[in-house]
T-cell receptor, first 114, second 110 residues
Framework: ETGVTQSPTHLIKTRGQQVTLRCSSQSGHNTVSWYQQALGQGPQFIFQYYREEENGRGNFPPRFSGLQFPNYSSELNVNALELDDSALYLC?????????????FGPGTRLTVL | GQNIDQPTEMTATEGAIVQINCTYQTSGFNGLFWYQQHAGEAPTFLSYNVLDGLEEKGRFSSFLSRSKGYSYLLLKELQMKDSASYLCAVRDRKDDKIIFGKGTRLHILP
């Protein structure tokens, strides 16, 4: 158990809908990153938040957006869902932005888009 | 650009030793991580290397050569529970992002 929680565990949506995924960081962690993991692939970096500000973004379109709250919990929002958005969405928290800090992953949200 | 290569699948026998290789290309290296991921679960941290050499942690060791853009994860005294995917990930100094490889699925045979 890493202390990072995500909700919901599973979600089924249809193409064109919008979805919000939630993540609670480990206590004391102010940095959170979101990843998309398709079946049989490694996690792909979506974006990172540090102290409520976006601090880097991967190659994902603007319909993927996020928020980090004062308590360092976080949301990932995806608009206009496409079939290819079906994946495991992982959030990972770390103590700070330091490069030496380990990221601790939550259990993930399995999103299926029909 | 950034690129991480690792074998797709490997098979080993319970009690044996296995080495999983990872090669990477990045514009600015700032650390390499190994994670273990069981099917349907989140990745769990195994090791972190930022300087050249071998880091040993129980049955698992990780090696890094920055000049060669190369790392390996060594698993000794393999157990059935070691059947999992092993992810190599590199942090890029330029933008601090962590880039993951596609993972190596390790199958352990009795």
């Amino acid at each position: 158990e890493t202390g990072v929680t995500q909700s919901p565990t599973h979600l089924i949506k249809t193409r064109g809908q919008q979805v919000t995924l939630r993540c609670s960081s480990q206590s004391g962690h102010n940095t959170v990153s979101w990843y998309q993991q398709a079946l049989g692939q490694g996690p792909q970096f979506i974006f990172q938040y540090y102290r409520e500000e976006e601090n880097g973004r991967g190659n994902f379109p603007p319909r993927f957006s996020g928020l980090q709250f004062p308590n360092y919990s976080s949301e990932l929002n995806v608009n206009a869902l496409e079939l290819d958005d079906s994946a495991l969405y992982l959030c990972a928290s770390s103590i700070t932005l330091s490069s030496a800090d380990t990221q601790y992953f939550g259990p993930g949200t399995r999103l299926t888009v029909l | 650009g950034q690129n991480i290569d690792q074998p797709t699948e490997m098979t080993a026998t319970e009690g044996a030793i296995v080495q999983i290789n990872c090669t990477y290309q990045t514009s600015g290296f700032n650390g390499l991580f190994w994670y273990q991921q069981h099917a349907g679960e989140a990745p769990t941290f195994l090791s972190y290397n930022v300087l050249d050499g071998l880091e040993e942690k129980g049955r698992f060791s990780s090696f890094l050569s920055r000049s060669k853009g190369y790392s390996y994860l060594l698993l000794k005294e393999l157990q059935m529970k070691d059947s999992a995917s092993y992810l190599c990930a590199v942090r890029d100094r330029k933008d601090d992002k962590i880039i993951f490889g596609k993972g190596t699925r390790l199958h352990i045979l009795p």
